[in-house]
């Protein structure tokens, strides 16, 4: 018997539950939730909306971080990128959709960039990278899709533990990204330097970087092809 009548002792709280309960808050508060609910639907127009608002609303890193902290708001913005992906040369392919859901992904790597996001990404996606290469050998993906999604790649890589972790294991997804360094368009050219400077500075994947080496300074240029020097040392 305790002093206090019989009555046991009170439980002490633990950290956890405050952290359980901060979860809680989060997930009621999610302010993204009808506009990611509309992106994913199946109305294509209102989806195109959504998507327009949805990056309008992320227009910082304050509101990117409310976004990512919910991690609903990750795996529907995945699964309509793997949607869109999979129907590549397809009628019910949306080009807008692909575009934007690419594109704030990308914004989303860029700003915060914890390896929580990183691995957000994977588990609510497990082929992400797979789908990745797809729209780079895709004939009918556009330009501006593949410069997105190069620039989303080069965002993922931007973390070591990453790279290390998950991306270096598909390794199909570099060679086709080094392929595109023969490409016309700087701007995708420029995406793919971004990528293989940020494996070189991690000291990471000695053959990518070698394939690397051998398209930007061995391989016989063809006639018009961009100065990838020059380029490389922009973004130095």
Same mark, same amino acid.
């Given at each position: ?71 609903? @708001?990750? =795996?529907?913005?995945? *699964?309509?990128? $793997?949607?869109? !992906?999979? /129907? ?42 797979d789908q990745a290469v797809r729209i780079f050998e895709s004939t009918t993906s556009n330009i501006e899709i593949r410069v997105s ?9 931007? @973390?070591? =533990?990453?790279?290390? *972790?998950?991306? $270096?294991?598909? !390794?199909? /997804? ?63």
């Amino acid at each position: 018997m305790s002093e206090r009548g019989g009555q046991p002792p009170p439980k002490k709280r633990r950290t956890n539950d405050r952290q359980r309960s901060k979860s809680a808050d989060l997930t009621v508060n999610n302010e993204y939730e009808d506009v990611v609910g509309k992106l994913k639907g199946a109305d294509k127009e209102s989806a195109v909306k959504a998507a327009k608002k949805l990056k309008q609303m992320l227009s910082n890193a304050t509101k990117i971080g409310g976004f990512v902290a919910h991690r609903r @708001n990750l =795996e529907d913005l995945v *699964s309509v990128f $793997s949607r869109e !992906t999979s /129907l590549l040369g397809t009628s019910m392919y949306h080009e807008d959709i692909h575009r934007y859901s690419i594109s704030i992904l990308a914004n989303c790597c860029y700003t915060d960039k914890t390896t929580s996001t990183g691995n957000q990404i994977r588990r609510a996606s497990r082929s992400f990278l797979d789908q990745a290469v797809r729209i780079f050998e895709s004939t009918t993906s556009n330009i501006e899709i593949r410069v997105s999604t190069c620039r989303l790649i080069g965002n993922l890589c931007n @973390n070591k =533990e990453l790279v290390t *972790s998950w991306l $270096s294991s598909n !390794t199909i /997804l570099f060679d086709r990204i080094a392929l595109l360094l023969e490409s016309t368009n700087e701007n995708i050219v420029t995406q793919c330097l971004r990528i293989f400077l940020f494996l070189s500075n991690h000291s990471f994947t000695r053959s990518a970087l070698a394939l690397f080496t051998f398209l930007l300074l061995i391989k016989p240029r063809r006639k018009g092809m961009l100065n990838t020097e020059r380029l490389l040392y922009s973004l130095q």
